[in-house]
């Protein structure tokens, strides 16, 4: 049973033990992301996140402290999106101490070193080159800018090049101390906690300081025709995203979306893998996930198709969006989709980073956290009706989106397909 308590410095501690682990998780969740910078700072989230590893006054350098961490055999990462930034360590719950100390000394006493900030333009900026030549990858954020345009919440988490090269000791400072405060940040500790929780982060982070937080701008639905965004490339293959407009984290129809989901592009038997890949042959890879902000979400499908062939999966993608506002899942696939996941749900939560993430995660984005039985519960509580009505509301011709990488110039072309009314059942 997880445990939330707000501490008396503003940080939000939440436990989630574990039985039958030997390891433990300590999460720091930080509610900023590229949604929160401006057009000079954008890709500053997420260079900070790299800076935090290159040394601070107790542990000089890189080496330090990832030599600290592999010599017990911990295993660590960090992660920045576009609206919460996260720090983790999974350890030998007997380690614990380490890994709290080494994660608030990272966060609370990183030097920022300038010669330390000029290599680590090179490696960001080949990050970004590896992003923008691996079009499976890169298509999530040409969709994101499809849907939210010139705006930070449609800009790339990475940053552009020019802003990267641009950045000074000075950026990063400001940034982190308007950013980073206790009242935006979750410490999550999961796995074998058979210690005082509440001391250790009392102890490592009682210098978490209050900031001047600058909140994001919010995102503003207003779409009244079908968009397209091209990204020219030329390649033998065309990555598509096509989806629409759905709705933010915590709202009431944010599970049955993800049922949605999964039924139409969630496993290898679902409805599109099944009519893409294995009956027409058009793709290696066809997917549907479902994405929700605090103030926004989406539904999109994606697949590596034959340029020549992309018509005609469009087609496909947007007949099966069109069956579900048409036709009620039966009650073998509905409850399939729920035993689905459940099963996958179970198998994830077995590990303790997995756990930390389910409870942090939801801190950040969510009013109200769900423990897994909650989940569970409101799984099971969705009819074939629910699943209509959803689908009925999303899939209209006005709110689809499709963003495209291949060798494409023509927006008007593919905004003609667009069109539910077009699609034939």
């Known amino acids: 049973m997880h445990r939330q308590k707000k501490l008396s410095n503003g940080l939000n501690l939440i436990t989630a033990p574990m039985a039958g682990t030997k390891t433990a998780v300590i999460l720091v969740m930080v509610g900023t992301g590229s949604k929160y910078e401006s057009r000079q700072n954008n890709g500053i989230s997420h260079f900070l996140e790299h800076m935090f590893f290159k040394g601070t006054k107790k542990r000089p350098?890189?080496?330090?402290?990832?030599?600290?961490?592999?010599?017990?055999?911990?295993?660590?990462?960090?992660?920045?999106?576009?609206?919460?930034?996260?720090?983790?360590?999974?350890?030998?719950?007997?380690?614990?101490?380490?890994?709290?100390?080494?994660?608030?000394?990272?966060?609370?006493?990183?030097?920022?070193?300038?010669?330390?900030?000029?290599?680590e333009k090179g490696a960001i900026i080949e990050e970004i080159n590896m992003y923008h030549d691996n079009p499976m990858m890169y298509i999530e954020d040409v969709f994101e800018t499809c849907l939210y345009g010139d705006t930070p919440a449609g800009w790339d988490v990475i940053g552009r090049k020019d802003n990267i090269k641009l950045f000074k000791r000075e950026d990063f400072i400001k940034y982190f101390k308007t950013q980073y405060c206790p009242e935006n940040t979750v410490i999550c500790l999961a796995g074998n906690i058979n210690f005082k929780a509440e001391k250790l982060v009392k102890d490592y982070f009682v210098n978490f300081s209050k900031a001047d937080f600058k909140d994001k701008l919010a995102v503003k639905e207003n779409q009244t025709i079908p968009q397209v965004k091209l990204?020219?490339?030329?390649?033998?293959?065309?990555?598509?995203?096509?989806g629409a407009r759905t709705m933010p984290a915590g709202h009431k129809?944010?599970?049955?979306?993800?049922?949605?989901?999964?039924?139409?592009?969630?496993?290898?038997?679902?409805?599109?893998?099944?009519?893409?890949?294995?009956?027409?042959?058009?793709?290696?890879?066809?997917?549907?996930?479902?994405?929700?902000?605090?103030?926004?979400?989406?539904?999109?499908?994606?697949?590596?198709?034959?340029?020549?062939?992309?018509?005609?999966?469009?087609?496909?993608?947007?007949?099966?969006?069109?069956?579900?506002?048409?036709?009620?899942?039966?009650?073998?696939?509905?409850?399939?989709?729920?035993?689905?996941?459940?099963?996958?749900?179970?198998?994830?939560?077995?590990?303790?980073?997995?756990?930390?993430?389910?409870?942090g995660r939801q801190a950040v984005l969510r009013k109200k956290i769900h423990s897994p039985e909650?989940?569970?519960?409101?799984?099971?509580?969705?009819?074939?009706?629910?699943?209509?009505?959803?689908?009925?509301?999303?899939?209209?011709?006005?709110?689809?989106?499709?963003?495209?990488?291949?060798?494409?110039?023509?927006?008007?072309?593919?905004?003609?397909?667009?069109?539910?009314?077009?699609?034939?059942?």
């Open 374 to 425: 909650e989940f569970f519960k409101k799984i099971d509580k969705i009819s074939a009706q629910d699943i209509r009505g959803v689908a009925k509301e999303i899939f209209v011709s006005k709110g689809l989106n499709l963003a495209v990488i291949g060798p494409f110039r023509d927006e008007k072309k593919f905004g003609k397909d667009l069109n539910f009314s077009l699609i034939r059942r």
């Open 231 to 242: 990204h020219y490339k030329k390649t033998n293959q065309a990555n598509l995203s096509l």
């Open 61 to 119: 350098n890189t080496q330090l402290i990832a030599g600290e961490l592999d010599g017990v055999g911990a295993e660590y990462n960090a992660f920045t999106s576009k609206e919460y930034t996260g720090y983790w360590v999974k350890i030998d719950s007997a380690k614990i101490k380490l890994a709290a100390d080494i994660v608030s000394d990272m966060l609370l006493n990183s030097k920022f070193d300038p010669a330390e900030i000029e290599r």
């Open 253 to 359: 129809d944010e599970i049955v979306l993800k049922m949605i989901s999964i039924i139409l592009g969630g496993s290898m038997s679902s409805r599109l893998f099944t009519e893409v890949r294995e009956r027409r042959g058009l793709a290696y890879y066809v997917r549907t996930q479902a994405e929700h902000y605090t103030d926004s979400g989406y539904l999109t499908t994606q697949a590596g198709v034959p340029v020549d062939k992309i018509d005609e999966v469009i087609k496909v993608i947007l007949n099966e969006y069109k069956k579900l506002t048409k036709t009620l899942v039966s009650k073998k696939e509905l409850d399939r989709t729920k035993d689905l996941i459940r099963g996958r749900s179970t198998i994830q939560l077995e590990s303790s980073d997995s756990m930390a993430s389910w409870y």
